[in-house]
C-alpha cells in the first residue's frame, strides 16, 4: 500500500509541475491569480482521494467502489486545469466576475459529484455488510448439523441429518425481520433435535425432522414473499 501511495504521490507532482510550466508564460492578471487558486483545491481533492481510497483497500474487497470516486476526482482535476489555462488566455477578453462564475460552478459541480459518489459508496457498502450478516444465520445453522452428523454412531440419524443439513443449504439463504420468529422457531427446534441425536432416539429425530423440513419450507415462503414485497 506505501508503494501506491508513492506512486500516487509521484503521479500528482508530474501533473502538478506540467501545469505550472504551462502556466508560467501567462500575464500575471487577477484572471491569472483566480485560476490559479482554483486549480490549488483540484490538486488537493487528488490527494485526499488517494488516501481515502488506500485507507479503505484493505477493508473494502470490491475495489468497483473506488472507481466512480477516483473518476470525478480526476475528471474534476482535468476540467480545472483545462479550464484555468483557457481563462489565462482569454485574460484581457474576460470579466473578473465572470471568471470567478467559471471556477464557482466548476468547484460546486465536483463537490457535488464527490458527495453524490460517496454517499453512494457508503450505502453500498452498508448493504454489503448486512448482506453477509443476513445470510450468516442459516450458514451457521448447517454448520451446526454438520457438527452434529460427526458426533453421532446412529447410521438412521446420520443419514436424517445429512438430509437435513442439505434442507437448510437449499434453503433461502437470507434472513430479514420476517423470519426472524420462525427462524427462533427453528432454532428451538435444532437443540431438541441435538439432543434427540445424541440420545441416539431415531423415532424423536424422525418427527423432528419432519417438523423441521416443514418449518424449513414455510420460512422459504415467507422470505419469498418479503422478497416479492420490496418490489
Given amino acids: 500500500m506505501r508503494k501506491k501511495l508513492i506512486r500516487g504521490y509521484i503521479l500528482i507532482a508530474f501533473v502538478l509541475i506540467i501545469y505550472i510550466t504551462a502556466v508560467t508564460p501567462f500575464p500575471k492578471t487577477a484572471v491569472f ?22 485507507k479503505n483497500q ?7 467502489y473506488d472507481f466512480p470516486v477516483i473518476r470525478v476526482s480526476v475528471l474534476y482535476l482535468a476540467a480545472q486545469l483545462c479550464a484555468s489555462l483557457l481563462l489565462m488566455g482569454f485574460a484581457d477578453k474576460l470579466p473578473v466576475f465572470a471568471v470567478v462564475i467559471i471556477e464557482m460552478v466548476i468547484l460546486a459541480a465536483a463537490v457535488m459529484g464527490l458527495y453524490a459518489i460517496g454517499s453512494a459508496r457508503t450505502e453500498a457498502v452498508r448493504q454489503d455488510v448486512q448482506l453477509k450478516r443476513e445470510m450468516t444465520k442459516m450458514k451457521e445453522m448447517q454448520a451446526q448439523v454438520n457438527l452434529l ?13 445429512g438430509k437435513l443439513s ?28 441435538e439432543a434427540a441425536a445424541l440420545d441416539e432416539d431415531v423415532e424423536n429425530v424422525a418427527q423432528l425432522y419432519d417438523r423441521m423440513t416443514g418449518l424449513l419450507r414455510e420460512r422459504d415462503r415467507i422470505c419469498k414473499d418479503s422478497k416479492w414485497q420490496q418490489f
Avoid at 434442507?167 to 427462524?183: H, K, M, N, T, V
Wanted: proline share 3%; with cysteine; net charge negative.
Fill in 33 to 54: 491569480g483566480i485560476a490559479l487558486g482554483f486549480s490549488l483545491p483540484a490538486f488537493l481533492a487528488q490527494i485526499y482521494t488517494l488516501h481515502a481510497v488506500m
Fill in 58 to 64: 484493505a477493508l473494502i474487497k470490491d475495489r468497483l
Fill in 149 to 161: 452428523i460427526s458426533q453421532c454412531r446412529e447410521g438412521q440419524v446420520r443419514d436424517m441429518l
Fill in 166 to 193: 442439505e434442507e437448510i443449504r437449499y434453503s433461502s439463504p437470507l434472513s430479514g425481520e420476517a423470519s426472524e420468529e420462525i427462524e427462533e422457531e427453528i432454532a428451538v427446534l435444532l437443540t431438541e433435535i
